[in-house]
């Protein structure tokens, strides 16, 4: 049974930085590409990034300038790096294996002063 679980979410001041992993079980991790989400509140989810198998990435527009996704194959662990946060970077964030539709529960991000 294929498992994501999400951590490092919190709250952060504006102009910090945090660092979210996602630690996978349960498959053959450095098969997959992995990606992550996030959701604001009252908002639809949306992609952050991608990084595929072979450590390429692809991010959503406007992402990539502060947002820095990389894995760990021999941790089986995905993690996104999130520098300058801005209050509207607030939200819930997602780990996903999309090829086996897979969501891990996710961990609140909230940037506040």
């Known amino acids: 049974q294929v498992q994501l679980v999400e951590s490092g979410g919190g709250l952060v001041q504006p102009g910090g930085s945090l660092r979210l992993s996602c630690a996978a079980s349960g498959t053959i991790f450095s098969a997959y590409a992995m990606a992550w989400f996030r959701q604001a509140p009252g908002k639809q989810r949306e992609l952050v990034a991608h990084?595929?198998?072979?450590?390429?990435?692809i991010y959503a527009d406007s992402m990539n300038d502060r947002f820095t996704i990389s894995r760990d194959n021999a941790k089986n662990t995905v993690f996104l790096q999130m520098n300058s946060l801005k209050p509207e970077d607030t939200a819930v964030y997602y780990c996903?294996?999309?090829?086996?539709?897979?969501w891990g529960q996710g961990t609140q991000v909230t940037v506040s002063s």
């Open positions: 990084i595929l198998s072979d450590s390429s990435t």
């Open positions: 996903s294996l999309p090829a086996l539709g897979k």
